[in-house]
């Protein structure tokens, strides 16, 4: 017999026909924005291989907005649910995307769950054992506690939330460890790992019309800039990301630089806008940070020639809509491929993508930036990036912009 590895004795594989018998779904995926994006090859399969079965997925609350377009269904799912409250402690309700889904996910879960897919391959902060075990569906998935020494620590006892659960196996992307699960359900993407952002028509003329803010119009070879993230050590210095940018906007011939991201990141943008106009910034700058919703960003993405970015969901939506992403990573070159800050796990999924690191960690940093603030990125040499990015851009289709 076929067997899984976890926390305690070897477990019998998923039965070959869960998938096809499965009546109601639950895949729950409660991370952010970018680990959303990079499910959507799974989603993808899953909703294939299932045709007949009712798909609730479980996020969190930012991603309720990006998993479908506004009073349209979601592609993957019937009904899409954020949980409410303490989920880690048992104490929780759920709000819908829309007031339908929440009666369809409230429905499938009075009638109970036949089969649950929990798409986190790392430490659970969530609370995502908690809700799969609470469904008690009779095939519940997930990756063991044993996969990390971190996981291991932070989650002993968790995979008793699971009937079935997958050991680490070798150094993988997460799009690779998510499709692993789909594997498990004898299931696979059709569509090769790619990913998914559906964008409607008019979402993308909206984009395209935001961007007429500019004097003149949208400008020819538009460059977005998402600098900032919400963990502070995966922020390039802005005192660093100024000279980058004009670097890059000399080398390559800007005609515009749009700032992309959330409220958190308004006063870094703000300052970044200060200094760069301070500097001579030789082309127009249009902030947008913090003025946009989740999709509208996306579509803004959609609507530039390439994108310059943190570590963080706006690179992931580049990737998704096919926009170059060029990506600043905190995390070392040679550091620990496991890390949750390694472009070997998180690295945009896709071909117009570069990745730049620093050339070293800073100590007392090892194998990884343990830093509360931007530490070993600030290793990354502006001018040296500058070039690197510049010569990236002028190979994509932004070469050919404008």
Same mark, same amino acid.
């Given at each position: 017999?076929?067997?899984?590895?976890?926390a305690?004795?070897?477990q019998?594989?998923?039965?070959p026909?869960?998938?096809?018998?499965?009546?109601r779904?639950l895949?729950i995926k409660l991370?952010e924005?970018?680990?959303?994006i990079?499910?959507?090859?799974?989603?993808r399969g899953l909703r294939?291989?299932a045709?007949?079965? %009712?798909?609730a997925?479980?996020?969190?609350?930012?991603v309720l907005?990006?998993?479908g377009e506004?009073?349209?269904?979601?592609p993957?799912?019937?009904?899409?649910v *954020?949980?409410?409250?303490d989920?880690?402690?048992? +104490?929780f309700s759920f709000?819908?995307?829309t007031?339908?889904?929440?009666?369809?996910?409230a429905a499938?879960?009075r009638?109970?769950?036949?089969?649950?897919?929990t798409?986190r391959f790392d430490v659970? +902060?969530?609370g995502?054992a #908690?809700l799969?075990?609470? #469904?008690r569906?009779p095939?519940?998935?997930?990756?063991?506690?044993?996969?990390t020494?971190? !996981?291991a620590?932070?989650?002993r006892?968790?995979?008793?939330?699971y *009937? %079935?659960?997958?050991?680490a196996g070798?150094?993988r992307?997460?799009?690779?460890?998510?499709?692993?699960?789909?594997?498990a359900l004898g299931?696979?993407?059709?569509?090769?790992?790619?990913?998914d952002?559906?964008?409607?028509?008019a979402?993308r003329?909206?984009?395209? $019309?935001?961007?007429?803010?500019?004097?003149?119009?949208r400008?020819?070879?538009?460059?977005?800039v998402?600098?900032? #993230?919400a963990?502070?050590? +995966?922020n390039?210095?802005i005192d660093r990301?100024?000279?980058?940018?004009?670097?890059v906007?000399r080398?390559?011939?800007?005609?515009?630089?749009?700032?992309l991201?959330?409220a958190?990141?308004?006063?870094?943008?703000?300052?970044l *806008?200060?200094?760069m106009l301070?500097?001579?910034m030789?082309?127009?700058v249009l902030d947008l940070?913090?003025?946009?919703?989740v999709?509208e960003?996306?579509?803004?993405?959609?609507?530039s020639?390439?994108?310059?970015?943190?570590?963080?969901?706006?690179a992931?939506?580049?990737?998704a809509?096919?926009?170059?992403?060029a #990506?600043l990573? $905190? %995390?070392?070159?040679g550091?620990?491929p496991?890390?949750p800050?390694?472009?070997?796990r998180?690295?945009?999924w896709?071909?117009?993508?570069?990745?730049?690191?620093?050339?070293h960690?800073?100590?007392? $940093?090892?194998? !990884? $930036?343990?830093?509360?603030?931007p530490h070993c990125?600030a290793?990354?040499d502006?001018?040296?990036a500058?070039?690197r990015?510049?010569?990236?851009?002028?190979a994509?289709?932004?070469?050919?912009?404008?």
């Amino acid at each position: 017999m076929r067997t899984m590895g976890g926390a305690g004795a070897a477990q019998p594989a998923v039965p070959p026909d869960a998938l096809a018998r499965a009546a109601r779904i639950l895949v729950i995926k409660l991370d952010e924005l970018g680990d959303f994006i990079l499910a959507t090859p799974f989603l993808r399969g899953l909703r294939v291989y299932a045709p007949q079965a %009712h798909i609730a997925l479980a996020v969190t609350a930012p991603v309720l907005e990006l998993a479908g377009e506004p009073g349209g269904p979601c592609p993957w799912a019937d009904a899409v649910v *954020t949980p409410v409250g303490d989920v880690a402690g048992g +104490k929780f309700s759920f709000r819908g995307r829309t007031p339908d889904d929440l009666q369809a996910f409230a429905a499938a879960f009075r009638a109970g769950f036949d089969l649950v897919v929990t798409l986190r391959f790392d430490v659970d +902060k969530g609370g995502a054992a #908690t809700l799969a075990a609470a #469904t008690r569906a009779p095939v519940r998935l997930g990756y063991s506690e044993t996969v990390t020494p971190w !996981k291991a620590a932070g989650n002993r006892g968790f995979d008793a939330a699971y *009937t %079935h659960v997958l050991p680490a196996g070798p150094v993988r992307h997460e799009v690779e460890r998510n499709l692993a699960l789909l594997a498990a359900l004898g299931a696979a993407d059709p569509g090769d790992g790619t990913l998914d952002l559906p964008l409607s028509a008019a979402e993308r003329e909206a984009a395209v $019309c935001r961007l007429g803010a500019f004097p003149g119009g949208r400008p020819g070879r538009l460059l977005a800039v998402a600098p900032t #993230t919400a963990i502070a050590r +995966k922020n390039y210095p802005i005192d660093r990301l100024r000279p980058l940018l004009d670097r890059v906007v000399r080398a390559t011939g800007v005609g515009g630089l749009v700032l992309l991201g959330t409220a958190d990141g308004v006063e870094r943008a703000s300052r970044l *806008t200060d200094g760069m106009l301070a500097d001579g910034m030789p082309c127009p700058v249009l902030d947008l940070t913090g003025r946009t919703g989740v999709r509208e960003l996306a579509a803004i993405v959609a609507a530039s020639d390439a994108l310059l970015a943190m570590d963080t969901g706006p690179a992931h939506m580049a990737a998704a809509v096919g926009t170059p992403v060029a #990506t600043l990573f $905190c %995390h070392p070159i040679g550091g620990d491929p496991q890390s949750p800050y390694a472009p070997e796990r998180f690295r945009p999924w896709g071909d117009a993508v570069l990745v730049v690191q620093p050339p070293h960690a800073v100590a007392p $940093c090892t194998d !990884k $930036c343990l830093s509360s603030e931007p530490h070993c990125i600030a290793a990354i040499d502006p001018g040296a990036a500058a070039d690197r990015i510049a010569e990236f851009l002028r190979a994509s289709r932004f070469g050919t912009a404008g």
